[in-house]
Nanobody, 116 residues
Framework: EVQLVESGGDMVQPGGSLRLSCAASGFTFSSYDMSWVRQAPGKGPEWVSRINSGGGIKYYTDSVKGRFTISRDNAKNTLYLQMNSLKPEDTALYSC?????????WGQGTQVTVSS
């Protein structure tokens, strides 16, 4: 059974940092591209970042470029999202998903709230 379990969400002040993790199981993690997707209250899902299976190719949506960094540890079956210089507009439920631009599996998500 494929499982994706996110952690690391929290409430932080603007300008703060968080590191999200996504623990994967039930499939050969190192063989799959992975993505982070977020959904803000009242809005549809928004792609945030993606990384290829080997970790050498990474893309970001324009609004997070220079602030967020995606990475993965294939030995630990874990995907990460380092988020710096957080803004209130980053407030959302962040989910990891298996896939590059279409997603077969999603996690339940971890809530990130940026507020003073």
């Amino acid at each position: 059974e494929v499982q994706l379990v996110e952690s690391g969400g929290d409430m932080v002040q603007p300008g703060g940092s968080l590191r999200l993790s996504c623990a994967a199981s039930g499939f050969t993690f190192s063989s799959y591209d992975m993505s982070w997707v977020r959904q803000a209250p009242g809005k549809g899902p928004e792609w945030v970042s993606r990384i290829n299976s080997g970790g050498g190719i990474k893309y970001y949506t324009d609004s997070v470029k220079g602030r967020f960094t995606i990475s993965r540890d294939n030995a630990k079956n874990t995907l990460y999202l380092q988020m710096n210089s957080l803004k209130p507009e980053d407030t959302a439920l962040y989910s990891c998903a298996r896939g590059w631009d279409s997603y077969e599996y999603w996690g339940q998500g971890t809530q990130v709230t940026v507020s003073s």
